[in-house]
């Protein structure tokens, strides 16, 4: 079946996330000091190499991508890692401020939320302009 | 700016939650038996329905005014009702109860939806939209959170 244009970013999506935690798992393998982490580490690089193959095929693509013009890999995989960061703190914010009783601190946690939101724009204009994120 | 199709996607989701919520304040608003529940869920349809404005407005190519002080004066009353809801517990009617949980994970999700579509904007004025109406969800789960807090419908542990 053909994917929709929804289907086909959503997916595109998670492809992304995928190079970045198996970029991520690449490296702190490589860092890890304790062998017992190193192993866990190496052995989920060949689990996430699987759901990206996965994915990759839903896509019609091979699993690795073709490198858009001088995009610094290393650079560009920080700044994703980062903008995930600041995405997951945001939606952490957003879960906590629903069971706040004192309404001071919602309104504090909700300005924390914010400027979350706000580092987020910055790595993702950043990322924009050298061509790292890509906007379908 | 002309809006990418990934950034419509999201407004598109936006948009069917805040249909849904308003369909749900209504019918809820119809259900509730509690008078007090009835106004807050009538009023929070006609905030859901600035929200779906909002939203079509943004769809249509336009950056909504954000009105501050109309949400001054919201946070006022919100306040002066908390006060007056003190004391007041007791007898849950569990009907209401059932109501306003389902309609406050309603609100949490919208605001989940708000805070996944943010990050992907380009445009910084639809971020900011599209922040403040995360803000009223947040501020619409407030209201019904306090209003089950003081009918002893929300335990806090």
Not at chain 2, 14 to 21: F, P, T, V
Not at chain 2, 41 to 64: D, M, V
Not at chain 2, 90 to 109: M, P
């Amino acid at each position: 079946m053909q994917l929709s244009q929804k289907e086909k970013m959503l997916l595109e999506d998670l492809q992304s996330h995928e190079q970045m935690v198996i970029q991520k798992c690449t490296d702190y393998a490589n860092q890890a000091q304790d062998p017992q982490l190193k192993q866990l580490f190496q052995s989920m690089v060949q689990q996430e190499q699987q759901h990206i193959q996965k994915i990759s095929q839903k896509l019609n693509q091979t699993p690795a991508q073709e490198q858009t013009g001088q995009v610094n890999q290393k650079d560009a995989m920080m700044c994703q890692d980062m903008l995930s960061s600041k995405k997951y703190l945001s939606s952490v914010y957003n879960t906590a401020i629903f069971e706040i009783q004192d309404k001071a601190i919602r309104q504090e946690l909700n300005a924390i939320q914010s400027d979350k939101q706000k580092l987020g724009e910055e790595i993702f204009r950043y990322m924009q302009s050298k061509g790292m994120y890509q906007v379908h | 700016m002309q809006l990418s199709p990934k950034e419509q996607n999201f407004l598109n989701d936006a948009k069917s939650q805040e249909i849904l919520c308003i369909k749900k304040y209504n019918n809820y608003a119809d259900q509730a038996q509690d008078p007090e529940l009835k106004q807050i869920f009538q009023k929070l349809a006609g905030k859901e329905q600035e929200h779906l404005n909002s939203i079509n407005q943004i769809l249509s190519g336009q950056i909504p005014a954000v009105n501050q002080q109309n949400q001054q004066q919201q946070q006022q009353q919100q306040t002066q009702k908390q006060a007056s809801w003190q004391g007041q517990t007791g007898f849950v009617n569990q009907q209401d109860a059932d109501l306003c949980h389902d309609i406050l994970s309603t609100e949490k999700y919208a605001s989940q939806t708000y805070d996944t579509a943010i990050f992907e904007f380009r445009d910084p004025n639809i971020r900011q939209v599209l922040n403040h109406i995360q803000k009223e969800e947040q501020e619409h789960g407030e209201e019904i959170f306090n209003y089950m807090q003081s009918k002893g419908m929300y335990k806090v542990q």
